[in-house]
């Protein structure tokens, strides 16, 4: 029997169903995803992983280039709103986040104090 790593979660206890409806019913968190990928290594299923996280090809191609754009694909199914328009907003965000205008950033700064 495989033993587990301290916090690390079996797979067979992972909730059944597709990791993004699992994730819009608040069933399993963000950083869950990494499981259900390694599961569906383990389980080789007959669905390409895209279908089987429950994701667009586009969902899935922007996850696999930023894994951290997986809030945005939730955000947008929770909304009912185009994944390009609140991924684009989301990039937007994080490009503004990390300014170099050190004007700015002293501002953030000054703020956050």
Avoid: C
């Avoid at 569906?40 to 191609?61: F, I, Q, S, V």
């Avoid at 937007?92 to 004007?103: G, L, T, Y």
């Amino acid at each position: 029997m495989d033993r587990l790593s301290p916090g690390e979660k079996s797979m067979s206890k992972l909730p059944t169903g597709k990791y993004l409806d699992l994730a819009l019913a608040g069933k399993v968190l963000m950083r869950e995803i990494d499981e259900y990928v390694a599961q569906w290594h383990r389980l080789k299923p007959n669905l390409p992983l895209h279908e089987y996280l429950g994701m667009t090809w586009d969902e899935y191609a922007a996850w696999v280039d930023d894994p951290d754009i997986i809030s945005a694909i939730i955000t947008a199914r929770r909304l009912g709103k185009p994944f390009a328009d609140v991924a684009a907003a989301a990039t937007e965000q994080r490009i503004s986040a990390r300014s170099s205008n050190i004007e700015d950033i002293a501002i953030a700064m000054k703020w956050a104090k």
